[in-house]
């Protein structure tokens, strides 16, 4: 160190900066400001209170998406009574990228049933947390998954509130996540709703642009106050989803996470994110006149001899 | 080797053997013995025995997992999408090895130069720990050999791995770099040490940029699960910042444990400047760590305030918090306050022991314990750790066979 | 969804529901049988009894609204359907389009603000919600194949039937984990 002149130490100082700098600069731009969504994005307005559990939109989405035969004919309702680890209900998988869950509440004459599948978020926390751009989310409302860039780290499983990504652990060659795409590719990109809902003998599931259905959904509530919780699930829920759901009972007693909050997933990785650019800028100067005051003597020490 | 060199054997420390003429590459690879003596050696150890036989249940489960998926080897949870190859390989081992960074800090940057004879181990924990981060990462990966996507084929930049993809790539060259001296010395490559010597500066202050990012862009990664992981292991202002400072005590601690290790397993490696200093270096290290321990501990009684989960500690996580916490923070905390004041250090290697526990702790309770609080508990497939076991095993014999021959624990005699 | 298949089928339908007398019989006010086969896709068409249904009814509103001049039973509709509103035709698809979420339907309700009846369902939801609603509060059949047969094409919409998968040994890990 004794022998580090200015000049060399600049020399060092740059090499380090300029590593950085090609990692550092504008990381994070595209992080700042929240999005609400496109203004006239497609969703779907699920009640359910008139699913009566058919799984009919379960063997429309194995069709429509090529997806490998169930386990089960999908007009078996003993599914309902599969519980996965931890007595949990069945989920989202490789397999299905929807699912009907059944619901026993206490008071409620029927069961509840209800349909899961990925909501589509306005602002998604999988496409946020993806490190290789991944996800997309279209202008018609879908968030797209891109299999052929996918390094399989699975952080947007992590990410998502819902649960919903699968992986296809069994696949060595080419595992990918599996989710629900609103039948993009197929239908609506050109204006069809997804193959669930058209198939769903109950109209369950209103198809139509975002804001409509949300007018919707508030007529409907006011209009039958009695046979709805006056909540729309999904129009603030981490930032508003393209999927959601009307019940007559509260969401917290059929399995919906109700303290999810109205802020998207990225908005709690904001701090870090605010403080990246900071330490790129300050550390270096910082850090270099740590070094210059901490090594003062001797620096004196040499002028001195020089002298 | 121990008991070799109190028979009077003379491991390499120059280029030269007594006799004056040089040593070649391979009879340095055999640590200056001849072929039979070192299978000798070898098969005399019974930790060597230890690793065969974990490399003979793991090697072929290993290969296994590449050839017939990650389903095989693990539970493949939907909803624990990260299991023991992260929550150990990589949220344990990074904060471990951030004694790289600090050493070179210490030395290079404070011009402590009394650090000098430990600043090498500490920049070789650093790296191996990275290298291997970066191995469990690779068996973890559902397309490993898309390892590269993130940085050339397509970029997500607003995401924090791609942060920690970025930052831990340049990390590890800007170890390499620093540890080439160690190399060149070895090999003989004068120019290229003389070259590192010209950069280090450069080189130790991105290891400390580059370091406070990615350590805390590794906490920053559960801000994405604020409903996942449990609220007194969550903090959405402060998990970074808890990450970071984590990391100090924990590199400084497994330097200290290593350190340890060194003098009790490879004293034969070990010189005399090296042996003579490392009691004063470990209480100097003991001292730095519970700086660090104690803002760690503030800053974690800050995030539980920030976000008021006061009531969070009544219940059955919250005891386990309080476990993590007195066993993991506050009890090396308390006996390296002791030992600084006692000189003792021994003491110090104790609570060096306490705190690389509580680290670990801490990360896999984070990435896999507390994960999910409200679902129910994954329990990894046995396969799943048995090559954790036979791949942490790798970053042993790798650690060894460095520390064995480059001058890491001794100086190199330069005397050509 | 077998599209052109269905609007072949949905014209059959069509022809059969305006014949003026042919395939139904009429009792006193109204159709004794009416052939429900428009959307018939995976299913059998549904051959309705609407004499019986005409006995259980309180009135004709319970399924018809107000198209048959009666007051509605829901207390919503009545706010404007009082007085009944008869209408020329009280055919369920006269009302209730069978291309519901076309982009034409989607262009009807959704692009107009005036619009009241902008949930309406269509002719599928309709029939449904309507049979299954009451058969659930009468106690009358509410299976599936109760009412319609599935046919062969159904049966392998539903991986059932012949289609079944092959029962397995054990539950296994099955990904669902």
Redesign the interface.
């Known amino acids: 160190?004794k022998?580090?002149h200015r000049r060399?130490?600049l020399?060092?100082?740059?090499?380090?900066?300029a590593?950085?700098a090609?990692?550092g600069t504008?990381?994070?731009?595209?992080?700042a400001g929240s999005f609400g969504g496109y203004p006239d994005s497609m969703g779907v307005l699920v009640d359910l209170t008139?699913c009566?559990g058919?799984r009919?939109c379960e063997?429309?989405c194995?069709?429509e998406q090529g997806l490998p035969?169930?386990?089960?004919?999908?007009?078996?309702p003993s599914v309902f009574e599969?519980k996965?680890?931890?007595?949990?209900p069945?989920?989202?998988?490789?397999?299905a990228y929807t699912v009907v869950q059944k619901y026993d509440v206490p008071g409620r004459e029927?069961p509840l049933f209800r349909k899961v599948q990925c909501n589509h978020c306005n602002e998604p926390?999988c496409l946020?947390?993806?490190?290789?751009?991944?996800y997309k989310k279209t202008p018609e409302g879908a968030v797209m998954y891109?299999p052929t860039?996918?390094?399989?780290?699975?952080?947007c499983?992590?990410?998502c509130?819902f649960?919903i990504?699968?992986?296809s652990?069994?696949?060595?060659?080419?595992?990918?996540v599996k989710k629900c795409i609103m039948c993009y590719d197929t239908r609506l990109k050109f204006?069809?709703?997804p193959?669930c809902?058209?198939?769903?003998?109950?109209?369950v599931m209103?198809?139509?642009?975002r804001k409509?259905l949300l007018?919707?959904a508030h007529?409907?509530i006011s209009?039958?106050p009695e046979a709805y919780v006056d909540h729309v699930y999904g129009e603030n829920e981490v930032g508003g989803t393209a999927w959601m759901y009307l019940s007559d009972v509260p969401f917290d007693k059929i399995g919906y996470?109700t303290?999810?909050?109205d802020q998207p997933?990225i908005s709690?990785?904001k701090?870090?994110?605010a403080?990246?650019p900071m330490?790129?800028t300050i550390?270096?100067a910082l850090?270099?006149g740590?070094?210059l005051l901490?090594?003062r003597k001797?620096a004196l020490k040499n002028e001195d001899n020089k002298s | 080797m121990n008991s070799l060199k109190s028979q009077g054997f003379a491991p390499v420390v120059s280029h030269r053997k007594k006799d004056g003429s040089e040593w070649t590459v391979k009879e340095k690879l055999m640590l200056g013995l001849s072929p039979k003596e070192y299978m000798a050696v070898q098969l005399r150890n019974p930790f060597n025995w230890v690793l065969w036989a974990i490399y003979a249940v793991g090697l072929p489960i290993l290969v296994g997992r590449f050839i017939f998926g990650l389903g095989w080897v693990t539970h493949s949870s939907y909803d624990y999408p990260w299991g023991l190859f992260l929550g150990w390989g990589l949220f344990v081992m990074v904060p471990l090895s951030a004694s790289g960074f600090m050493m070179g800090t210490t030395v290079e940057l404070f011009g402590r130069k009394d650090f000098k004879s430990i600043e090498r181990l500490g920049l070789l924990n650093g790296l191996l720990g990275y290298l291997f981060a970066v191995m469990f990462l690779q068996v973890d990966l559902g397309q490993p050999w898309r390892l590269i996507y993130p940085m050339f084929v397509s970029l997500g930049p607003a995401a924090v791995l791609f942060l920690v993809a970025w930052h831990v790539a340049t990390y590890l060259s800007c170890q390499v770099a620093e540890l080439v001296p160690a190399f060149a010395e070895w090999m003989d490559f004068p120019k290229a040490k003389q070259f590192i010597k010209k950069i280090v500066l450069g080189l130790t202050v991105a290891g400390i940029i580059l370091s406070t990012l990615h350590q805390g862009a590794l906490g920053a990664l559960f801000t994405y699960a604020p409903g996942k992981v449990h609220p007194l292991w969550y903090s959405s202002s402060f998990q970074w910042f808890q990450f970071f400072v984590s990391a100090v005590f924990a590199g400084l601690s497994m330097l200290i444990v290593v350190s340890t290790l060194t003098k009790w397993f490879m004293r034969w490696r070990c010189d005399e400047t090296y042996l003579n200093n490392l009691s004063k270096l470990t209480l100097g290290l003991a001292k730095g760590a519970s700086l660090a321990l104690i803002t760690y501990l503030v800053i974690k009684i800050i995030g539980i305030a920030h976000d008021n989960d006061w009531q969070y500690l009544a219940s059955g996580w919250g005891a386990w918090f309080m476990f993590e916490m007195v066993v993991g923070v506050i009890l090396p905390l308390i006996i390296y306050t002791m030992a600084v004041r006692n000189s003792n250090a021994s003491l110090a290697r104790f609570g060096a022991f306490l705190a690389v526990f509580g680290l670990a702790l801490n990360r896999l309770n984070t990435a896999l314990i507390t994960f999910n609080w409200q679902l129910y508990q994954e329990i990894p497939h046995w396969r799943e750790v048995v090559i954790v076991v036979t791949v942490y095993a790798t970053y042993i014999v790798v650690y060894r066979a460095v520390l064995a021959r480059m001058p890491i624990l001794y100086t190199w005699k330069e005397n050509k | 969804m077998g599209g052109r298949k269905k609007t072949l089928m949905g014209m059959a339908a069509l022809m059969l529901l305006t014949a003026p007398a042919g395939a139904q019989s009429w009792a006193a006010d109204g159709p004794g049988t009416v052939e429900l086969g428009s959307l018939a896709n995976h299913y059998s068409a549904v051959t309705f009894d609407h004499a019986m249904h005409v006995g259980v009814a309180a009135n004709c509103a319970e399924c018809h609204h107000h198209t048959t001049g009666l007051a509605p039973t829901d207390p919503n509709c009545v706010r404007c359907h009082e007085a009944g509103a008869q209408a020329r035709s009280v055919a369920c698809k006269d009302c209730h389009s069978d291309k519901r979420f076309s982009a034409e339907d989607l262009e009807k309700t959704g692009g107009n603000p005036q619009l009241y009846h902008k949930g309406k369902p269509g002719l599928k939801g309709a029939y449904h919600q309507k049979c299954l609603g009451c058969h659930t509060t009468m106690g009358g059949p509410t299976g599936c194949q109760d009412c319609h047969t599935r046919n062969d094409q159904g049966d392998a919409f539903f991986h059932s039937g012949k289609y079944a998968p092959a029962p397995k040994a054990s539950g296994g890990h099955g990904g669902g984990h």
């Open positions: 160190m022998k580090l060399s130490f020399k060092g100082g740059l090499a380090g900066g590593a950085i090609a990692v504008s990381k994070h731009a595209e992080a008139k009566v058919c009919t063997a429309a194995n069709k035969a169930p386990d089960k004919s999908f007009d078996d599969e996965r680890e931890g007595g949990l069945r989920r989202t998988t490789e397999k029927h926390a946020t947390s993806c490190f290789v751009n991944a891109d860039v996918c390094v399989g780290c699975r952080t499983m992590i990410a509130p649960y990504p699968a992986y652990y069994s696949s060595a060659i080419n595992p990918v204006g069809k709703p193959a809902v058209e198939a769903c003998p109950q109209e209103t198809f139509g642009k409509d007018k919707l007529q409907r209009e039958k996470d303290h999810l909050g997933i709690y990785v701090e870090f994110l403080i990246v330490v790129l550390w270096p850090f270099t740590f070094h901490s090594n001797d």
